[in-house]
C-alpha cells in the first residue's frame, strides 16, 4: 500500500475507486465498505484509494471553538488506521492535512479540486450518513447528480449491523470507555489493539521490581484507559502475556502524556534487559481490571502493581470476556 501526504504527487494514480472517510478503528463496518471498494476497483481495473483526513475535523473544529474536550476520543494513532487499512487490500491511501483552508473549501469545489482535480475518481463509494464541503453542504444526492453529469459512478453503503446493532466509530468509543472489550471486538472484528516503537522511559518500573515496555499515543485523549490483560507481539516467535497501563500515570507524573507502560509476565530467554527498545510491538487489550488509581505513595503503587499483575496471571490462566 502506498500512502501520500495530500494530492501534489506525480506518483498519484490518474484514475482509481475511491472512498472517503475518517475510518477510525477501522471496524468491520468500514472492512465491509473497503471489501466492497476493492472489489469495485478490481472489476473496473482501477486502483482503490481511500481519502482519509488528520486531524480529524471533529478535532480541528473542537479546536477551533476552544472547547477540545468537545473532539471525539481517539480509537486508533494514525499508525494503526493505516496498518489495518493495508489489511484491507487497499492499494492507496491519501491523508488530507484539515485545516482552515480545507475547511472553507465549498462542496462543489470539494468535488471538482479533490474528487476529480486531486484523485481522478472515476467510482466513489461513500457511507449513507456522508457529508462534505464548508457547513457539510454536500450530500450523497449532490455527488451523485455530480457523477451523472461529471461521467463517474457513485455508490452509497449504508450501515453496517451485528446482532442488530450499527457498528460506528462511536459505538467501539462507548465500548472502550466502559472496558467493554468484548464488545469492541465484536464491533471492530478483532481484539482492540496499539502498536508503536519501545521507547525510553523514566526507568521507574524497574525499580519498582516491574519493568515496562513504553509506547506513545500520540493523541490526548484515548478512547480507552486504565489498567488491562495484554497479550504483546513482536518480541519473539510467539505472543508474551502482560498487564498494562494505558493513560497519564497520575501517582508519579503531572505532564499528560499519555502511555501504553507493557509489563510482559513471560520475558523470553536470550532478550536482554534493553532489547526492547526501538521494537515495534502490537499490544492487544483483552480484558480491562480497572481505571487508573493515583496512589498516596510509590510503595502503595509498588503493591497496586504487584496485585494487578496476580490478576493477570490468573486472567492468562483461565481467560475470560
Known amino acids: ?19 472517503i472517510g475518517n475510518f477510525d478503528g477501522v471496524h ?3 472492512q465491509a465498505m473497503l471489501a466492497l471498494l476493492t472489489s469495485e476497483a478490481r472489476h473496473r ?16 473544529f473542537a479546536r477551533r471553538a476552544g472547547k477540545p474536550e468537545l473532539a471525539p476520543a481517539r480509537i486508533a494513532t494514525l499508525r494503526d488506521k493505516l496498518a489495518e487499512l493495508e489489511r484491507c487490500g487497499v492499494g492507496h491511501v491519501v491523508v488530507a492535512r484539515f485545516d482552515e483552508r480545507f475547511a472553507a473549501q465549498t462542496a462543489q469545489a470539494f468535488i471538482d479540486d479533490v474528487v476529480l482535480g486531486g484523485l481522478g475518481a472515476r467510482y466513489v463509494l ?64 478483532r481484539p482492540y489493539s496499539i502498536s508503536g516503537h519501545v521507547v525510553h522511559g523514566r526507568k521507574l518500573g524497574r525499580e519498582l521490581g516491574f519493568r515496562t515496555l513504553n509506547l506513545r499515543f500520540a493523541h490526548a ?55 526492547g527498545y526501538g521494537r515495534l510491538l502490537r499490544v492487544d487489550l483483552l480484558h480491562k481490571l480497572h481505571d487508573e488509581r493515583k496512589y498516596a505513595s510509590v510503595e ?18 483461565h481467560p475470560r470476556a
Open 45 to 60: 481495473g482501477l486502483p482503490s484509494c481511500v481519502l482519509t483526513f488528520e486531524p480529524n475535523p471533529r478535532d480541528f
Open 221 to 275: 485523549r484515548p478512547a480507552a484507559g486504565g489498567i488491562f490483560v495484554v497479550r504483546v507481539y513482536g518480541l519473539g516467535p510467539a505472543p508474551l502475556p502482560g498487564v498494562a497501563s494505558l493513560g497519564v500515570r497520575p501517582t508519579v507524573e503531572d505532564a499528560g502524556r499519555v502511555l501504553l507502560e507493557v509489563h510482559c509476565l513471560d520475558w523470553p530467554e536470550g532478550l536482554g534487559a534493553e532489547a
Open 300 to 317: 502503595a503503587l509498588r503493591e497496586g502493581i504487584a496485585a494487578d499483575t496476580a490478576e493477570a496471571l490468573a486472567w492468562h490462566a
Open 28 to 30: 468491520r463496518g468500514h
Open 1 to 19: 500500500m502506498r500512502v501520500f501526504r495530500g494530492f501534489h504527487h506525480r506518483t498519484l494514480p490518474q484514475r482509481c475507486a475511491l472512498t
Open 126 to 189: 461513500v457511507g449513507d450518513d456522508f457529508h462534505f464541503g464548508a457547513r457539510r453542504a454536500g450530500n450523497y444526492a449532490m455527488l451523485d447528480a455530480a457523477g451523472g453529469a461529471r461521467g463517474f459512478d457513485v455508490a452509497r453503503m449504508m450501515s453496517y449491523e451485528v446482532h442488530g446493532l450499527r457498528v460506528s466509530s462511536s459505538a467501539v468509543r462507548e465500548a472502550l470507555a466502559a472496558g467493554d472489550m468484548a464488545r469492541a471486538e465484536s464491533l471492530l472484528g
